[in-house]
């Protein structure tokens, strides 16, 4: 299947700084997005989705961005915290797949005291 | 609410010795079922999902195999384990349509 690749493999923030994590999708038939967290040794937790048909999507301190010209997603993490420490995945889905996802490689994002 | 069991956390098995990985899924009827593998510092490889019981897709050719016996059991199997075959196995499941899957806590499985 396609792959989803990310720019960045490790990102390190302050505490109390925004986070930005970003991630290239290549198929342009993906339509739907969601960004996940991996803590060390545990399975992935959903963060938040989004579908094609929106461009930004807000949670918790979190804000996903889309932008399906450049297949280009985002993840903005607000107030950065110690917790906030870990992998995060991007992963995508299109109609024909059967709903699988794939996945990208993972950005290790370290917070700093 | 719907849980998702998987089993063992962590496992050491010779090569040559054969695998069984399990995967139950509670509070939910008729879900889609995964098997995926996690190398270190790669990213989530997709090796089986499955739509209904018996019905099992393969994604990439492998040593392994998998089963569901019954609506919300997935097994993945090995005859015979491979030093390759070292990794993280991760369980997931999702409902019908568009919309996120649901992962265990993952299997560490390290042939020796």
């Known amino acids: 299947g396609e792959s989803v690749g990310l720019h960045l493999p490790t990102l390190s923030v302050q505490e109390g700084d925004n986070s930005i994590i970003n991630c290239a999708y290549s198929n342009s038939a993906s339509d739907y997005f969601i960004w996940y967290k991996q803590e060390s040794g545990k399975g992935p937790q959903f963060i938040i989705d989004?579908?094609?048909?929106?461009d930004k999507r807000q949670g918790q301190r979190v804000t996903v961005l889309l932008n399906k010209t450049v297949k280009h997603l985002s993840l903005q993490i607000a107030a950065t915290q110690p917790g906030d420490s870990a992998v995060y995945f991007c992963?995508?889905?299109?109609?024909?797949?059967?709903?699988?996802?794939?996945f990208g490689s993972g950005t290790q994002l370290t917070v700093l005291p | 609410s719907q849980t998702i069991h998987q089993w063992p956390a962590t496992l050491v098995q010779p090569v040559g010795s054969p695998l069984s990985l399990e995967c139950t899924v509670e509070g939910t009827s008729n879900p889609n079922l995964y098997w995926y593998r996690q190398a270190a510092g790669r990213g989530l490889q997709l090796l089986f999902y499955?739509?209904?019981?018996?019905?099992i897709s393969s994604e990439v050719p492998q040593n392994l195999s998998a089963s569901r016996p019954q609506d919300r059991q997935f097994i993945l199997s090995s005859k015979k384990l491979l030093l390759s075959d070292s990794g993280f196995y991760l369980c997931?499941?999702?409902?019908?349509?568009?919309?996120?899957?649901?992962f265990g806590q993952g299997t560490r499985l390290t042939v020796v």
């Open positions: 499955s739509v209904g019981i018996g019905q």
């Open positions: 992963a995508d889905s299109y109609s024909g797949s059967a709903r699988q996802l794939t």
């Open positions: 989004i579908r094609s048909n929106m």
């Open positions: 997931a499941w999702s409902v019908r349509g568009p919309t996120e899957a649901f």
